[in-house]
């Protein structure tokens, strides 16, 4: 992923607090002409620092209030074929390869209990998973969040390391 300057940080930082402003008012707001802001729009998408809109939906709205952590233990070599077969469970809605005593971390939704046993049962099922070990979520205490970030890596300079602002960094 390439480098973010300081524009395309203060860009992020503005969609961060008004999220359906449009070029012409982000560009106002910045002191930017509409012609930057929006090719900065098109270039941070096209990169991979903008995340699709699909990951803004909330999927208790859609019905699945419940949200597990399932450690899944796996035989190494299968890896490619669990991918294939956890994909096509429409549940799980992210997972990553993660080191420890678990291979993947799966973050699954349900809409009852009786709905993520039926999960576990499935992922259970495929060829190459040895064991799931699941987490019910109880109460979501820090939102996925980007604005310290942004607003540390502002405040120190893009592509400086910084050891952050501690536990009282604003949001």
Known sequence: MQQLDATDLRILSA??????ASAVALASELGLSRNTVQARL??????GALLPFEQRVNPAALGFPLVSFVHIHVRQRLLGNIVERLRAIPEIIEAHGVT?????????VADSAEELFRVNGQ???IEGVERADTSLSMAELIPHRT???????LASGPGTKSAGNGPDADD
């Open 100 to 108: 420890g005593s678990a291979d993947i971390l799966a973050r699954v």
């Open 147 to 153: 604005t310290a970030l942004i607003q540390m890596r």
């Open 42 to 47: 098109v270039r941070l998408e096209s990169n």
């Open 123 to 125: 992922i259970l099922a």
């Open 15 to 20: 969609l961060c607090h008004r999220p359906k």
